[in-house]
């Protein structure tokens, strides 16, 4: 029922604060501005301002903070400078299906057919193509339900970034109060569907999961689990997922697919059916070429975003909740399969070494981290090392950027320890991915977020020079930084690491301690 002829009882900010604590959104995500001053002068009861020192940082924040609540997040950036410094950001708040409710300031009404100063001439235009909506309310009036709608669309599946650009001016005007509602965007696919592919794998020999991000952010963890376990199927991850969607110490986990045809052609031959989960199929980085599915293999993929589905490249795809679409399987499932008698991936050793190698640390970091603590990962050179000696084996344990991009991890693994705190966050960073978003250090020391942030500091963008081979690459060498010292400066605790026997020790005072702490750990590079 809409509301009507209510004589303006309220201003567009009482509104939008109403809204806001209606949908739970009570943290706002921001960096400052004279365009925005209305909104966060004199905070409402209840809501808390999370300042970022750089509008990148604000919104990675933001995201973090999403994808651990499960719920949107509330940014406000300044203007069209603002939104222009935040676009990295945004763009992998898109990629990673981060359900993050952008607003910024524009300039007075009155003011606009001026071309004043702080105008935002292209303001829905500016964010595009990586915000699912943009808009400009016409009216002041028109500002509350926006915001509604733009809540609605982030959280919509697929979820991601919207965005809302809102004049100086309007926040003091009258509007009606917002009409407060509910809207579910969880579906499940077409039965028939469903049964065809539950008749698939009663009907093969040896079939095989790959798991995406969307297994996580569905709430599918369970009952992939469970799928798995009832046909014995092996488990891979697939090429380059942001989450982690399956227990990695599990008997059937059987590793991470490579981001290329040949290798995902050769991992899952021999497999008569692949069923892809919540993810796209495939993503690659790089060029080497194959047949997929595999010869003698069918493939069906589920997925709850519809673009994915429309660019698979082959097999069957079905557009559902992950949730819904795994219970389903599951009731329709026959006799379960017998056992595998063998683990599907064997551990990894430990590399000899006289300095600190990246799976020394990692190793290390696993060995002293709490149980069921969150790991929030950007050391692309290290990646493989993360796979091998940091198991993640519970459902939203583990959050990586999927757009590539450098810079998202510090400043999200923040916004992670603010979305639930008391909750143990522990960030993997390389040095080179620090340096994009090191401001963040400022804001976990000012807001009390709970992280350790460990730095694999190898000197240098080592996974671009891995990609190069033996070529020799400019620019990659950044060997003259101290992220300690640029910690400490900043009020983070902050030690550095150089020596194998002194490693353990350091990483269990940072362990013990609480808040915002920081180890730089050298690795050796000889």
């Known amino acids: 029922m809409t509301r009507s002829g209510s004589g303006h009882a309220m201003t567009v900010r009482d509104a939008v604060f109403e809204l806001l604590q209606h949908h739970g959104m009570t943290t706002i995500f921001g960096n400052p501005g004279s365009t925005e001053l209305p909104l966060f002068s004199d905070l409402p009861e209840g809501f808390r301002y999370v300042t970022g020192l750089q509008e990148s940082v604000v919104v990675a924040m933001a995201d973090g903070h999403a994808l651990a609540s499960g719920g949107p997040a509330f940014v406000n950036l300044h203007s069209a400078a603002g939104v222009g410094h935040a676009m990295g950001s945004i763009y992998s708040a898109y990629r990673n299906r981060a359900p993050v409710v952008i607003t910024a300031g524009q300039q007075s009404r009155p003011l606009l057919k001026a071309d004043p100063f702080l105008y935002s001439e292209?303001?829905?235009?500016?964010?595009?193509?990586?915000?699912?909506?943009?808009?400009?309310?016409?009216?002041?009036?028109?500002?509350?339900?926006?915001?509604?709608?733009?809540?609605?669309?982030?959280?919509?599946?697929?979820?991601?970034?919207?965005?809302?650009?809102?004049?100086?001016?309007?926040?003091?005007?009258?509007?009606?109060?917002?009409?407060?509602?509910?809207?579910?965007?969880?579906?499940?696919?077409?039965?028939?569907?469903?049964?065809?592919?539950?008749?698939?794998?009663?009907?093969?020999?040896?079939?095989?999961?790959?798991?995406?991000?969307?297994?996580d952010a569905d709430g599918a963890w369970e009952d992939t689990v469970a799928l798995a376990e009832h046909y014995q199927a092996p488990v891979w991850v697939a090429p380059l997922s942001s989450r982690c969607s399956f227990p990695e110490s599990h008997p059937l986990f059987a590793g991470f697919l490579p981001a290329n045809e040949a290798d995902i052609s050769r991992l899952l031959g021999g497999h008569d059916l692949i069923a892809v989960l919540g993810a796209p199929v495939f993503t690659y980085h790089y060029e080497m070429p194959a047949t997929v599915p595999p010869e003698g293999a069918a493939l069906v993929q589920i997925v709850s975003d519809?673009?994915?589905?429309?660019?698979?490249?082959?097999?069957?795809?079905?557009?559902?909740?992950?949730?819904l679409s795994l219970a389903s399987l599951r009731a329709?499932?026959?006799?379960?399969?017998?056992?595998?008698?063998?683990?599907?991936?064997?551990?990894?050793?430990?590399?000899?070494?006289?300095?600190?190698?990246?799976?020394?640390?990692?190793?290390?970091?696993?060995?002293?981290?709490?149980?069921?603590?969150?790991?929030?990962?950007?050391?692309?050179?290290?990646?493989?090392?993360?796979?091998?000696?940091?198991?993640?084996?519970?459902?939203?344990?583990?959050?990586?950027?999927?757009?590539?991009?450098?810079?998202?991890?510090?400043?999200?693994?923040?916004?992670?320890?603010l979305s639930e705190p008391g909750q143990s966050v522990l960030a993997v960073l390389g040095d080179g991915s620090s340096m994009y978003s090191v401001q963040g250090l400022w804001s976990a020391v000012e807001?009390?977020?709970?992280?350790?942030?460990?730095?694999?500091?190898?000197?240098?963008?080592?996974?671009?020079?891995?990609?190069?081979?033996?070529?020799?690459?400019?620019?990659?060498?950044?060997?003259?930084?101290?992220?300690?010292a640029l910690a400490e400066a900043q009020g983070c605790p902050a030690e550095r690491v150089s020596e194998p026997a002194k490693l353990e020790d350091t990483l269990s005072r940072a362990f013990a301690a609480g808040g915002p702490r920081l180890v730089e750990v050298m690795i050796d590079t000889g």
């Open 122 to 215: 292209a303001s829905t235009e500016l964010p595009k193509p990586y915000v699912k909506w943009a808009i400009e309310p016409a009216r002041a009036e028109d500002v509350p339900a926006a915001i509604a709608r733009a809540i609605h669309m982030a959280c919509l599946p697929p979820a991601g970034p919207v965005f809302v650009s809102i004049p100086l001016d309007d926040w003091a005007l009258p509007c009606e109060p917002p009409v407060l509602r509910e809207v579910s965007g969880r579906a499940t696919p077409d039965a028939a569907n469903l049964a065809q592919v539950s008749a698939q794998l009663e009907a093969a020999a040896d079939p095989v999961l790959v798991v995406g991000a969307g297994v």
């Open 306 to 323: 519809p673009h994915q589905a429309a660019g698979a490249v082959c097999g069957t795809s079905i557009v559902g909740d992950l949730g």
């Open 332 to 417: 329709a499932a026959g006799t379960p399969r017998p056992k595998r008698r063998a683990r599907m991936r064997r551990k990894a050793r430990l590399p000899k070494s006289a300095g600190i190698t990246p799976a020394l640390a990692l190793a290390t970091l696993q060995k002293l981290r709490p149980e069921g603590g969150i790991v929030v990962e950007e050391a692309p050179s290290s990646r493989g090392d993360v796979h091998d000696h940091l198991p993640i084996d519970r459902a939203s344990g583990f959050f990586a950027t999927a757009s590539g991009g450098l810079g998202y991890a510090l400043p999200a693994a923040v916004g992670v320890a």
């Open 447 to 484: 807001h009390g977020a709970d992280v350790i942030f460990v730095v694999l500091n190898n000197g240098g963008y080592a996974a671009l020079k891995g990609f190069a081979g033996n070529k020799e690459v400019v620019g990659c060498d950044i060997g003259h930084l101290s992220l300690a």
